[in-house]
């Protein structure tokens, strides 16, 4: 015997609920809620019935209707680090909200594969792209907006190519970070980075030597670079130059940076921050394995997403060349290994 299958709920359905009329439903579905001057109340009622009737909008019905796709592209450099899995969790929920699908994939910080990958993508007719550049992939990204293909940077920018992007203000945080560990008595402080020439990168590097210059430690200043390919091999010669120099606190620039060098100061037998104080990005529940209290300078993941997404679902349905360019503040947050 065939279970019947249940209806799927309709606008008119989530409109008769609510106790609107249909058009007002769409209005918020498609987030022309303040275009329409529809007020918060309604739209918050409509948010409301809409979540309890589990409505999912026909999204192969409204691509006909209006001869689009309502599809966007999403690369990332790393689907795997907790920080992207974390925007690409954040970037499907913010689109579908919107009542767009995303595909994602990851160029593993490889220009080649990302040219590839992006035109795959809009071979698919992705109606635009959110990407997380790498380097040498600035021809590919000035070809994006050459074509006017709605684009929206993720993470890092590219000084020379005038397009929206979304990152963190990395020079203030990588400032911070330096920041703290002064105010904590460190001066001998090495900064362990990858050898990139990334805005992320350079803007890390950039306040760490701002912080060292402004507290009179500018002799100080020992930075380590890394190769993202042999970053096991380099980062623990990193470590081991910056210990062998007396540094008493590392300030690492990514997430895997870190856990690196957990990893290599547990290999040590170092105590952290007895032996050594860390300053992280990125955190996450990995830093639970080293048993040791960190600091670490932690990025609005979810802001981040929903920014990213925001600008460019407004861009392609205002059809609109207005660039939007936006820094986000991160904090410094404690991670406390846990007790059992």
Known sequence: MTAKRTKRASIKDIAREAGVSPTLVSFVLNGKQKQYRVSDQVADKIREVVKRMDYKPNGFAKSLREGTSHTIGVIVSDIANPFFANIVKNIETVAEERGYMALFASSDENAERLSNLLGKMLCKEVEGVIVV??????????????????????????????????????????YDATEE??????????????????????????????AM?????????????????????NGAKAIDKALAD????????????????????????????EDVTVMGFDGGSEFDFYNAPISFMTQPSETIAKKSVDILINQLQSNEGFITQIEIEGSILEHTPPTY
């Open 133 to 174: 550049p790498c380097e040498g992939s600035e021809d590919t990204i000035r070809s994006l907006v050459d074509k006017r293909i709605p684009t929206v940077l993720l993470d890092r920018y590219i000084p020379d190519v005038r397009t929206n992007y979304v990152s963190l203000d990395n020079r203030k945080a990588g």
């Open 181 to 210: 560990l002064i105010r904590k008595g460190h001066k001998k402080i090495s900064l362990i980075c990858y050898d990139f020439k990334l805005s992320n990168m350079k803007g890390r590097i950039e306040g760490y030597r701002e």
């Open 213 to 233: 210059k402004d507290y009179g430690l500018a002799d100080e200043i020992k930075i380590q670079y890394v190769n993202i390919s042999t970053l096991e091999k």
């Open 246 to 273: 007396g540094c008493k606190a590392i300030v690492c620039a990514t997430n895997s940076i870190t856990v690196m060098c957990l990893r290599h100061l547990q290999k040590l037998k170092k105590n952290v921050p």
